[in-house]
């Protein structure tokens, strides 16, 4: 099974900034998504966790680099030393360039200010001296030394440099610069960029006045940063009390583009594929709601009648604990943008009206993007229910809502279990999150029966695991469905076994994507499951693996040498849960993902497809008939669960799409206890697995795993009791 490093880890740990966090987080998920999922890593995390398995890039923010000298000196150094020259990269931008250099030198002989820091580090990426501020008057917590320093790119220091700006103005604020760079080529030191106007501090010898310098290491390599090239304009608030502000950022829009390309640069420089795109995330869209039978939209309607509020202006809401929806009639649409307005307006964060009027207003609306930090939760979503009809293809021109409600009634002929779940759908081109809508939202959520489903063709904050967070590109298959499962079922049918049901119904319903359960065109598809909740494929551009210690039965012979292979899997999709307890049942959101034509950042359904089906010229995935095929899959192994629990043959099916059979596991909390994967139990769903001794025999003991919550990966924090 393959592992390819789709993190890119933006540190959120002691010492950092929540400006400098934020603005890191905007600027990598615009230029690296949908290649990488941009995620926060928090201090606890990088210290016990096994992020740097999964991890291209390690990005340390602006901040105070002393706090992460206390923090990580030691223990955390070392995972992040060894982590860059096994192949990863490192990128520390400002306080993050001065804590990846051997030597910090800051405010040398201002000591009565507080600000004199000076001492080595650990990391030493960069082999020298980072010294600042590089300009004179930084103070923490304020913008004061703020500017808009322009820079000299070493285009020579780029393999392809066609895009690449001469010059360009970046923010800075306090970062310094590296010392003698020019200087230190024997030692892998090429400097990127250099500060063009003169420094208040000695830049050292050679003359480069270094902003930006890279060093590989290893198999990977550094970037640290004087200034902030990730900071964007549009994310810089007024500060008409600051002398100039405003033209700093005149500047920095001015050259943003610039700016952007330069750091695609530094990202390709790292060994990162960069999205040369449009780097803009999309606007939140309309919301349709139907149903197979339109009717049934009034119904539905009419059950949320406790829920709806009707404002001064006789606008509809539902004000959601998350989320707030404004209900569209299709009669009445040209009245609605005077109350999205005021909604809108009245989110707006500003230090005074005169600010308030010179900030962007957002209308989810309007299909174009707008830049810049948003509030996602406080922007207004407007449901369009369609009473009368299916939702026109110009209406969602992503979606085609009679392929959907059509390939629904087509797959019930061969599920006599499959019925309801579906008919009523929510749909929007780009949400939030479709799990976040429903799940977030208990007002609304409370009112929803069993099969609702909530499908997207773009997330912009889909959920995973923890605190994962990323933009789901078009070409996903993206939807959540309701299941409220009665708890008084919670013994004989534990409710932990409906992610199981799902992760059933994704493969079953994928290999009988033309209907047939068994035997159909596409039951040959190479498709499995990861434990507890991950959709893997065999990877279409490297089907195998050698492995001397593998079991499969494909091999090779050359040279006299016998080379055993195995699949090579990567990662197609997910599962994401969200459980609750309310009246007397449980309150269940199951989230889908699974990539169909999109081929980053792993691969997808299509491309499986095209290389292992045994039968030529089958017809593509749609994302309307996927979702109807899951859903109606999904909708018949949990009736089959509430006549008989997760039986033996609903266990043994559970074995046949999964990737674990005798895998052999290292329980690290435990001393180093060694254990080979049976099953999983049938009362929580935990994995069975037995002890095996030093001699490799089964010592007679057996265990539940279950994780201890990891977030990078569960099979690195198992913990086990016994049975």
């Known amino acids: 099974m393959s592992t390819r490093k789709l993190n890119v880890l933006v540190y959120t740990g002691t010492g950092t900034t929540v400006a400098s966090v934020r603005q890191c987080l905007f600027t990598l998920r615009r230029l690296l998504s949908p290649n990488y999922a941009i995620i926060p890593l928090t201090e606890s995390a990088l210290l016990k966790e096994p992020w740097s398995s999964t991890a291209a890039l390690l990005v340390i923010p602006g901040g105070a680099d002393t706090n992460y000298c206390r923090v990580l000196n030691g223990h955390g150094n070392r995972i992040i030393d060894s982590f860059v020259r096994r192949g990863g990269a490192y990128l520390g931008f400002c306080a993050g360039g001065y804590y990846g250099s051997a030597r910090c030198e800051f405010e040398v002989g201002h000591s009565d200010t507080g600000m004199e820091v000076v001492g080595s580090r650990e990391l030493a990426f960069f082999p020298g001296t980072c010294r600042g501020g590089a300009f004179a008057g930084f103070r923490y917590a304020s913008e004061a030394g703020a500017r808009a320093a322009k820079l000299q790119v070493n285009k020579d220091a780029f393999p392809s440099n066609q895009e690449i700006p001469d010059t360009f103005r970046s923010y800075y604020n306090g970062g310094g610069v590296f010392v003698d760079a020019a200087l230190l080529k024997?030692?892998?030191?090429?400097?990127?960029?250099?500060?063009?106007?003169?420094?208040?501090?000695?830049?050292?010898?050679?003359?480069?006045?270094?902003?930006?310098?890279?060093?590989?290491?290893?198999?990977?390599?550094?970037?640290?940063?004087?200034?902030?090239?990730?900071?964007?304009?549009?994310?810089?608030?007024?500060?008409?009390?600051?002398?100039?502000?405003?033209?700093?950022?005149?500047?920095?829009?001015?050259?943003?583009?610039?700016?952007?390309?330069?750091?695609?640069?530094?990202?390709?420089?790292?060994?990162?594929?960069?999205?040369?795109?449009?780097?803009?995330?999309?606007?939140?869209?309309?919301?349709h709601l139907s149903a197979r039978d339109p009717q049934d939209v009034g119904g539905l309607l009419a059950s949320l009648t406790e829920v709806i509020t009707t404002d001064e202006n006789g606008e509809e809401l539902i004000k959601g604990e998350n989320d707030t929806f404004l209900i569209e009639h299709q009669d009445s649409r040209w009245s609605v943008n005077d109350v999205r307005t005021a909604l809108e307006n009245a989110h707006i964060s500003t230090e005074d009206d005169h600010n308030a009027a010179k900030k962007p207003k957002y209308d989810a609306g309007q299909?174009?993007?707008?830049?810049?930090?948003?509030?996602?939760?406080?922007?207004?979503?407007?449901?369009?229910?369609?009473?009368?009809?299916?939702?026109?293809?110009?209406?969602?021109?992503?979606?085609?809502?009679?392929?959907?409600?059509?390939?629904?009634?087509?797959?019930?002929?061969?599920?006599?279990?499959?019925?309801?779940?579906?008919?009523?759908?929510?749909?929007?081109?780009?949400?939030?999150?479709?799990?976040?809508?429903?799940?977030?939202?208990?007002?609304l959520l409370s009112h929803l029966s069993t099969g609702f489903t909530a499908a997207a063709t773009t997330q912009i904050a889909g959920r995973g695991r923890g605190t994962n967070v990323w933009l789901a590109p078009p070409g996903c298959t993206i939807f959540s469905t309701v299941v409220n499962h009665p708890a008084h079922l919670g013994q004989s049918h534990p409710v932990v076994f409906i992610q199981y049901l799902m992760a059933i119904a994704i493969v079953e319903g994928i290999k009988s994507y033309d209907g047939r359960l068994k035997g159909g065109a596409y039951a040959d598809l190479p498709v499995k499951l990861k434990w507890p909740n991950d959709v893997y494929a065999q990877d279409p551009e490297n089907p195998w693996t050698e492995d001397s210690t593998s079991t499969s039965t494909s091999s090779s012979t050359a040279n006299g040498y016998n080379r055993q292979r195995k699949p090579n899997y990567v990662k197609i999709g997910g599962i994401l849960t969200n459980c609750a307890y309310s009246a007397g049942q449980y309150q269940t959101v199951v989230g889908v993902g699974v990539n169909t034509t999109n081929g980053k950042p792993t691969t997808s359904l299509d491309a499986v497809l095209a290389k292992f089906s045994q039968r030529h010229n089958l017809p593509p995935f749609r994302s309307e008939r996927l979702v109807a095929r899951l859903v109606t899959r999904f909708e018949a192994l949990y009736r089959d669960f509430l006549r008989n629990g997760f039986s033996r043959d609903m266990e043994e099916r559970y074995y046949d799409t999964w990737l674990h059979s005798n895998q052999i596991v290292t329980l690290e909390a435990e001393g180093g206890v060694t254990a080979k994967v049976v099953g999983i139990t049938r009362d929580w769903g935990l994995l069975r697995a037995q002890e095996i001794g030093p001699d490799g025999r089964a010592t007679g003991k057996i265990w539940a795993l279950q994780s201890d919550e990891n977030s990078f990966d569960f099979w690195k924090g198992l913990v086990k009791r016994k049975i």
């Open 186 to 287: 024997d030692k892998g030191v090429e400097v990127l960029a250099s500060y063009e106007e003169e420094l208040n501090v000695d830049g050292g010898e050679g003359g480069a006045k270094a902003a930006l310098v890279y060093r590989k290491l290893g198999f990977g390599g550094a970037i640290v940063t004087g200034p902030h090239p990730e900071f964007s304009a549009v994310n810089l608030e007024p500060h008409p009390n600051i002398k100039d502000y405003d033209k700093l950022i005149a500047a920095m829009e001015e050259d943003d583009q610039l700016r952007i390309n330069f750091l695609k640069a530094c990202l390709e420089k790292l060994g990162l594929d960069a999205n040369h795109q449009n780097p803009s995330i999309p606007s939140l869209s309309k919301l």
């Open 367 to 443: 299909a174009a993007a707008v830049d810049g930090l948003i509030d996602y939760n406080k922007v207004l979503k407007t449901i369009v229910p369609h009473e009368q009809g299916w939702p026109e293809p110009k209406e969602t021109p992503y979606f085609n809502h009679a392929d959907y409600y059509s390939s629904l009634k087509e797959f019930r002929r061969h599920e006599t279990d499959a019925y309801e779940w579906g008919d009523v759908l929510l749909y929007g081109e780009a949400v939030t999150s479709t799990n976040t809508l429903l799940e977030k939202n208990h007002k």
